[in-house]
């Protein structure tokens, strides 16, 4: 058995002047009305390209089509979540490319088309998604609808849908004559891009003669980040349904390569198996990662987001004011520091505004812009404890009434299939029923997405995120609220180990033995820090100009994907790629 420690590592380098890298994620948030993604997988996907389209990096994109879309949200008044599909019209985004592959899934012969979307960056840099679609007349009934549901169906349908992202992927790349020379695999959902360089490797011969020059060969070429530290989060199948699904050769191969762990195929051993370079997605995360795979070398490039989607109108017209290049270079934004506290409350109040008037009109309750406000919003999973705020409600309401009022709002949204996720939503409605009053004010928002997602981390005045540690690798809706001048409010995990300096950019929430601990410290520091704080607006803008200076300017797509340009994509070149063409920098080239 080919061990991964006896890979000796090669003189070929690829270089940006030699091909192009290929980004596979099963979700990429691409247009605020195209509902191809769930949560912040493909938040960061989206995040990543635009802003590889803005510094010109040579990237393309494979991802699903998802025709059915990511599920609509309803909440009924117990709060209740049900959902319904959100179909749309990929003819209206995007254009069909001509090529046709085909894949075998079951013994079947499926065949492919893709739709491409071109991503457009700043200087005219075109970065073409492609979004893989299996409704085509060729095939039966049941194939037509594998594109169709994002982490939909049973892990039947999911070990399918892998195998059309990842091994149609890079027959699609062929197709379109694409000279890739890396394949970044964002998740462990595309892993089996690998098997399928490994048979054009050997020219589509028996697996069983692949060498070990075949393997290095296709190392040479693959990336992979891992994105989160809960082992369920890892893809995992029964090696009857890998047989049966994948085909006896391919699973037996993968299995004697390494590729199977406690008896399943698992897609993070294929990806790691595979990659020349991992990374984890925040420092803590990568070290995480690292302990969870000691037999790999995981590295961290931590996570950002793409400034111009989040950056709020009237922070953006500011910052074009006082930082011009910050379009170009995020760096620019250390500046902020310089921006006077008048302009910066200025457009925290307008942002704030835009908010409350979309919560009043959706909801019909018109809030206080004068109050401190706080934002939870994200997937409804349990480890991220959406009613920690609510473990003492009398004590949350006293601390309102102390703090002149205090109005928090909520969104996100369950998997269809997630029960105690549910229970979690319908806990925060009830007592946020039982205990709003005229000093608290608490408001869950029905579908959570892209849109309610810029207005909430832009227009409150606190970010609040409370996951159990370790389990939230990064988390980026924090960084978005830190582009706003929007501070947070913690636990230390994730992201915010690498940007909480306590009432510069926010308050940690101190790590304690267990809920009722951290809970504790949740409210101590809303109590004598947060409030106390924002009840001098000096001190605040003084606050919200350091966020955006120490944290806007780096944790956002723009840094993150020069470092993955230089650590993972072509590790030999610090240097960027030039861009093709420059323009000047004005407010209109976002
Ligand atoms: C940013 C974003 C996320 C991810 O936020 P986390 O902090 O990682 O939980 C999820 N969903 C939407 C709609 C977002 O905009």
């Known amino acids: 058995m080919l061990k991964p420690s006896s890979i000796k590592s090669h003189s070929y380098e690829p270089t940006p002047a030699t091909g192009l890298v290929a980004y596979f994620s099963m979700e990429i948030a691409i247009n605020p009305l195209m509902p191809t993604y769930s949560g912040g997988l493909g938040m960061l996907a989206g995040d990543t390209l635009r802003s590889a389209a803005d510094v010109s990096a040579p990237m393309v994109a494979f991802t699903l089509v998802h025709r059915k879309g990511y599920f609509r949200q309803m909440l009924d008044a117990d709060g209740k979540q049900t959902e319904d599909a959100q179909p749309w019209r990929v003819e209206d985004f995007c254009t069909e490319e001509a090529p046709r592959v085909t894949v075998s899934v079951e013994n079947r012969i499926v065949s492919l088309r893709a739709w491409r979307y071109d991503v457009v960056g700043r200087s005219g840099h075109v970065l073409p998604i492609y979004l893989l ?8 009934d049941w194939d037509r609808r594998l594109t169709d549901h994002l982490y939909g169906g049973d892990s039947n349908y999911r070990l399918q849908q892998e195998i059309l992202l990842g091994m149609g992927g890079v027959r699609m790349t062929h197709a379109l004559g694409l000279p890739i020379n890396v394949y970044h695999m964002n998740e462990g959902h595309a892993a089996l891009l690998t098997l399928a360089l490994l048979e054009s490797q050997t020219g589509g011969g028996p697996l069983g003669q692949v060498t070990e020059t075949d393997i290095e060969a296709v190392r ?3 990336v992979f980040t891992t994105h989160t530290p809960v082992p369920a989060g890892h893809d995992r199948f029964s090696m009857e349904q890998a047989r049966r699904i994948l085909g006896a050769e391919r699973t037996d191969r993968l299995q ?4 199977c762990h406690e008896g399943l195929l698992n897609m993070t051993y294929v990806a790691l198996r595979f990659s020349r370079y991992c990374n984890g997605v925040a420092l803590k995360h990568g070290e995480v990662s690292q302990a969870m795979f000691p037999e790999y070398k995981i590295d961290a ?13 009237p922070f953006a017209e500011m910052f074009d004011k006082h930082m011009a290049s910050w379009r170009r270079d995020h760096l620019y934004l250390r500046n902020a520091i310089a921006i006077p506290f008048g302009e910066m409350l200025a457009a925290h109040a307008h942002s704030k505004e835009s908010l409350l008037a979309e919560v009043a009109s959706r909801t019909g309750l018109v809030l206080n812009p004068k109050v401190l406000t706080l934002g939870f919003a994200r997937r409804a999973a349990t480890y991220k404890r959406a009613d920690l705020l609510f473990h003492d409600p009398e004590r949350l309401l006293r601390i309102a009434q102390a703090a002149g009022g205090l109005q928090i709002l909520y969104a996100g949204k369950a998997h269809p299939q ?6 979690l939503i319908h806990n925060v409605i009830e007592k946020a029923k039982q205990f709003s009053g005229a000093d608290l004010r608490v408001v869950y928002l029905e579908n959570y997405d892209w ?19 370790p389990y939230e690798a ?37 790590d304690g033995a267990d809920d009722v601990a951290e809970a504790e410290s949740l409210y101590h520091k809303l109590e004598t ?11 605040w803008a003084r606050l919200m100009q350091t966020t955006i200076a120490m944290n806007g300017s780096f944790f956002n797509t723009n840094r993150m994907i020069k470092q993955y340009i230089g650590n993972s994509y072509y590790p030999q070149t610090m240097n960027l790629p030039r861009p093709q063409t420059v323009v000047a920098e004005t407010a209109n080239a976002r």
């Open 418 to 423: 997630d029960e105690p996720g549910k229970a």
């Open 474 to 510: 990064s988390g980026t809706s924090g960084m978005k609220a830190a582009l706003n001048g929007v501070p947070s409010l913690s636990i230390l995990d994730g992201w915010w180990i690498e940007g909480c300096i306590e009432g510069v950019t926010g308050w940690a929430i101190e």
């Open 529 to 539: 820090a947060v409030a106390p704080t924002f009840a001098d607006p000096e001190q």
């Open 301 to 313: 490039i931590t996570n950002g987001v793409h400034g111009p989607t989040w950056v709020s109108e």
């Open 133 to 140: 679609d299996s409704d085509l007349p060729e095939n039966s």
């Open 451 to 469: 849109h309610l997602g810029a207005a909430l981390t832009a227009g409150v005045d606190v970010w609040v995120n409370t996951p159990l540690r």
């Open 256 to 259: 004697s390569l390494n590729c």
């Open 220 to 222: 040479r070429k693959c």
